[in-house]
Antibody, heavy 119, light 110 residues
Framework: EVQLVESGGGLVKPGGSLRLSCAAS????????MNWVRQAPGKGLEWVSS????????YYADSVKGRFTISRDNAKNSLYLQMNSLRAEDTAVYYC????????????WGQGTMVTVSS | QSALTQPASVSGSPGQSITISCTGT?????????VSWYQQYPGKVPKLMIY???KGPSGVSNRFSGSKSGNTASLTISGLQAEDEADYYC??????????FGTGTKVTVL
């Protein structure tokens, strides 16, 4: 079964850091670009970051550029998001999502992990 | 990276067809045939319904169809059913190898 499982969410104070992980299974992880998408409570979806299959290409939304770092370990079938200098507006459910290079769509999603930034 | 514009809500009776619009700019929807649509039930994970403007993933009902004209993409749901009541988001590949989502549309089946 194709599956993505996120972990690492929690409560953190403004200015703090958190590292999210996403474990992939059931497909050849190293063949796909991967992404992080977030959704603030009661709000819409927001793309956060993308990383190509070999980590050669990395992109960020302006809202997180310079604060968040996406990475992956193909040997461990894992995707990561290092989040620094967190703000209240970063509070959201964070989803990892797979995107086939041809379609540039998010075809498989994890169940999400909640990040709450509050003092 | 401004969000694509969608109507906040669209409603229809069972069996009817409804269309959700998604308006962007020449930097996203207008430049790429890489618009996708997602269905999301409350508290659930988004599900891919349409990719590359008009292609349907395996397993998705063919009652869902997509199209694009200029800077506006559209999702049409034909033969509306109670189970179609959900939130729908468009998404476009955009300049700078980024993505932009729509504001979301709540579909209500009357």
């Amino acid at each position: 079964e194709v599956q993505l499982v996120e972990s690492g969410g929690g409560l953190v104070k403004p200015g703090g850091s958190l590292r999210l992980s996403c474990a992939a299974s059931g497909f050849t992880f190293s063949s796909y670009s991967m992404n992080w998408v977030r959704q603030a409570p009661g709000k819409g979806l927001e793309w956060v970051s993308s990383i190509s299959s070999s980590s050669s290409y990395i992109y960020y939304a302006d809202s997180v550029k310079g604060r968040f770092t996406i990475s992956r370990d193909n040997a461990k079938n894992s995707l990561y998001l290092q989040m620094n200098s967190l703000r209240a507006e970063d509070t959201a459910v964070y989803y990892c999502a797979r995107s086939p290079s041809v379609s540039y769509a998010f075809d498989i999603w994890g169940q999400g992990t909640m990040v709450t930034v509050s003092s | 990276q401004s969000a694509l514009t969608q109507p906040a809500s669209v409603s229809g009776s069972p069996g009817q067809s409804i269309t959700i619009s998604c308006t962007g700019t020449s930097s996203d929807v207008g430049s790429y045939n890489l618009v996708s649509w997602y269905q999301q039930y409350p508290g659930k994970v988004p599900k891919l319904m349409i990719y590359e403007v008009s292609k349907g993933p395996s397993g998705v009902s063919n009652r869902f169809s997509g199209s694009k004209s200029g800077n506006t993409a559209s999702l049409t749901i034909s033969g509306l059913q109670a189970e179609d009541e959900a939130d729908y988001y468009c998404c476009s590949y955009a300049a700078g190898s980024t993505y932009v989502f729509g504001t979301g549309t709540k579909v209500t089946v009357l």
